[in-house]
């Protein structure tokens, strides 16, 4: 295994973790933003600063305010006085086709992921933009 490897593979451990800082009950997905062997941002799925830490209605249907993982890493470092230009991008779950956009337009330059969204569109689209996309089992 190289050394890129095991560092992807520590990455998405930690993204793992920081999904548990989720409230949603249907999923939790974890991101972690690197740049340099840096983290320099985090998200985790859930509702915006200031609404209740409740993701779905009654019926179990996710809200429609609530914010994907990367959006909130994305947000996260753009309030920062880091740049997302060139870095890693490690999440649990692929992106979806908005985050995708904000992804590509956020010129971060690689993906690297555990389980496949519903949707394969949005890697699609990453890949079209040029976008290295890997995708790591975990045992």
């Not at 993204?15 to 548990?20: D, L, M, P, S, T």
């Not at 209740?52 to 753009?78: D, F, M, S």
């Not at 337009?105 to 690689?110: E, F, S």
């Amino acid at each position: 295994m190289t050394k890129q490897e095991l560092l992807d593979k520590r990455y998405l451990r930690m993204a793992r973790i920081w999904a548990e800082n989720s409230y949603c009950e249907r999923r939790q997905v974890g991101a972690i933003l690197v740049k340099d062997k840096m983290i320099i941002s985090d998200g985790y799925n859930g509702t915006p600063a200031g609404f209740e830490n409740n993701c779905e209605e009654e019926n179990g249907i996710t809200k429609q305010y609530v914010l994907h993982a990367e959006a909130n890493a994305i947000t996260k470092v753009a309030k920062s006085n880091n740049s997302s230009e060139g870095a890693t991008l490690y999440v649990t779950t692929s992106p979806c086709p908005e985050c995708s956009k904000l992804i590509i337009q956020a010129g971060i330059k690689r993906i690297v992921f555990t389980d496949p969204y519903r949707n394969s569109e949005g890697l699609d689209w990453l890949k079209r933009a040029g976008v290295e996309v890997t995708q790591i089992d975990f045992d």
